[in-house]
């Protein structure tokens, strides 16, 4: 076995050791290079200058110097507008609202490499530890150790039902009690006990080896601890009782109950009878209007009459009015009013002057089978249980002066029309919530410090300098929200002759295309692996004034097949964002904003002032997706400017639909050449750029990058313990369709 070892000297404040085997790749990062894929073909429209030595006019630029350089410490802060404000200046930002823009910050994670390339089992060697540094701590073997822990118990959560409140502001067939809730409860505890176990320590570069081929990365400068525990055959149990008083819905769920007894006669009865198929439709259940088809029904020699098909019971009485909450006050029914509906005709009825029935056909009643009084017999309850809390309840205590409760408080009661009174609709319970945890009584424990894995890559293809991977951050500066994160995105990039991006591809779904929301994410789907799409071209590593090109392809998934439209273009240009590194100057003790020329007691309350960059270079992606078929276009265009040393300084996206699946249109737009319109997505401005220029000899020879394993990021400190997510992206713009973002 042949075994080669590179090491870094003075220059090694972070070491990253690289394991490699020699195994043919596959699986992690499928298809990383430009993708071959046969199921799409170029199409003759394909242009590019690419191949010409002079475009434009003639000015260039590295694309280290105008994008970034990853190998150097890069942290930059922008100012982002979402939708409904991307059309909005900084300064008319700034005298709108009274805090400034959402910061979206990136940052990298270079680290310097070590380059190990043996297939050896001496990593995972464990050797024995008498006494290991870790930072501040000394790791020893503990014979006898007596250890004095604790553990948290906690009870389960609930919520407490303060109040119901009848829905007065939706639509009359939406109307229905909103329950209002309390904060979450819960009760926890912490016990404290004693273990006593022997310690033993072993150190090891890994546990086990953890990939089978391609590379693997670790981090030389950080230690992970882990524990063997030998446990005792009888656990430690502790139990804990929470008591709680809850307020709850009562059991018999009077605004879930779908009422049954459709003659109101508060007792149960058999379908109504048929008279008489006078229209010949084969059953008996039609209410006929004579004039309707100039026919006689009843014989009674004229037209005008509403003719029965079945006998319409009664119940025996003469109903009083329905009730109904006079919303208007104008002492009659509107459309727009809730009310009771006693006998389930879906309409209100006025008091009876003589018992005429409902005018429907009223089936076999159903029922629910309840033994209330405890007699083991189960009685006839007119009603079922429905899902939607719509059954509004109406207080009959005074029969002469039924009420509607529209709102409901804890310990309040109803009697209903046949004089039956239901207490506590709103109950009032006491109830021991118990818990139980056992706890393994350790006899030994055998703890092993090895290295952390940063990540690793799989693409026989690739060498460990290839891959890139930056952290973006939405940060709110909106008042009670203290700077707090929204959301985070992660990016990986190449740049190797181009720079690249490795995204999770997507595609749309419109509507008719999916059964539910829940399917996909936001109406797109996405390939479950990363693949490389070229985020900017480059001639030979220059960024060129003029350059252009057109890509034009097919591309078959499972669902449908696409056609892909992509443009590229790149001017010279230039561009003014809040960037100064400046905002303020100092004297006599205060502070004069250059912006706004007011006056603070610190720097940091003035706004930023404006710079311009004129070593720019303006970019323009133009990507437009169309699914065969159905015909429905998708489009996204983004103008970036990137200035000489200063990487991305703006960034603009706007997207299209032929047909918006989410019938809503943004903030701000434009029309192109060919009538088209596209609608502001997010917009990023500069506001301050940190670079710390790398000076290790290793890194600047031989480029290595970051690798990150997408299945790793969760558990690592440097990255925040946030996990990898699939998203769509474009450069630093995540793209979340259907979002509704101000």
Sequence with gaps: MTRSTMFLSKYSIRTLLIISAVICCTGFFQSCAEPDNEEKTDSSSYISTLSSEFVGDGSTGSIEKYFYNFDDAISATFFRYGESRFNTSYDKYLSTYPYPPDNLTMK????????????????????????????????????????????????????????IEWDLDAEPSLQRYRLRNSAWVQKDTMLYYADTFDVKAYWAVLDTPLIDNGFMFVDTSEWSDTSYSFIKDEPMIFTNNFEFIRTQMHSDSLIFRINTDCNDNNEWDQAEEGVSDYNGDGDMRDVLFESNDNFDYDGDGTLEDFVYEFIDRGNGLIDPAETYYD??????????????????????????????????YDDVELFTLKDVDGDNIDEKYLYTIGAVPNNILVNWSNPDSPQLLLNISTGDDITDRWGNTYTDIIETVSFVDTKRKEIGDIDSLVTLYTHDVVGYINDENKIP??????????????????????????????????????????????????????????????????????????????????????????????????????????????????????????????????????????????????????????????????????????????????????????????????????????????????????????????????????????????????????????????????????????????????????
């Design 465 to 742: 300098s290839d891959y890139y991977v930056t952290k973006t951050e939405l940060i709110s500066n909106r008042p009670g929200d203290g700077g707090s994160r929204v959301d985070y995105d992660y990016q990986i990039f190449s740049q190797n002759k181009h720079v690249n991006q490795l995204v999770y591809k997507n595609y749309f779904l419109p509507p008719g295309f999916y059964w539910s929301e829940s399917q996909v994410n936001k109406g797109f789907w996405h390939k479950s692996y990363l693949e490389n799409e070229i985020y900017l071209y480059t001639y030979n590593g220059l960024i060129r004034d003029g350059e252009h090109l057109d890509t034009t392809y097919y591309d078959t998934i499972d669902i449908a097949t696409y056609f892909i439209e992509k443009t590229f273009d790149v001017e010279k240009s230039e561009i003014t964002v809040p960037a100064a590194r400046l905002s303020s100057t100092y004297n006599n003790g205060v502070y004069t904003c250059l912006r706004d020329n007011s006056i603070v007691n610190d720097s940091e309350d003035c706004p930023q002032a404006d710079t311009t960059f004129t070593e720019c270079f303006k970019v323009t992606q133009v990507t437009n997706m169309t699914m065969l078929g159905s015909g429905v276009e998708y489009g996204q265009k983004v103008y970036t400017w990137l200035a000489r040393g200063h990487g991305i300084v703006k960034s603009d996206m706007y997207i299209r639909w032929t047909e918006n699946p989410f019938a809503e249109s943004y903030g701000g737009g434009e029309i192109d050449e060919f009538g088209r319109i596209w609608d502001g997505y997010s917009r990023i401005e500069l506001a301050r750029l940190d670079i710390e220029q790398s000076g290790n000899v290793f890194r600047q020879a031989f480029n290595p990058a970051h690798i990150i394993d997408v299945n790793e990021l969760g558990n690592l400190s440097d990255f925040n313990f946030d996990p990898f997510k699939i998203s769509s992206q474009s450069g630093f713009h995540t793209i979340e369709h259907g979002k509704n973002e101000q």
């Design 327 to 360: 919303i208007n006050e104008s002492g009659s029914f509107d459309l727009n009013e809730p009310y009771e509906d006693r006998n389930c005709n879906d309409r209100w009825d006025d008091a009876e002057v003589e018992d005429i029935g409902n005018g429907r």
């Design 108 to 163: 990298n994670f270079p680290d310097y490499l070590l380059d190990v390339s043996p297939d050896s089992t001496q990593f995972v060697v464990r050797n024995p530890i008498d006494t290991l540094r870790i930072g501040q701590d000394t790791i020893t073997s503990d014979i006898g150790k007596i250890v004095q822990d604790s553990l948290q118990l906690f009870s389960a959560q609930f919520k407490n039902l303060e109040s």
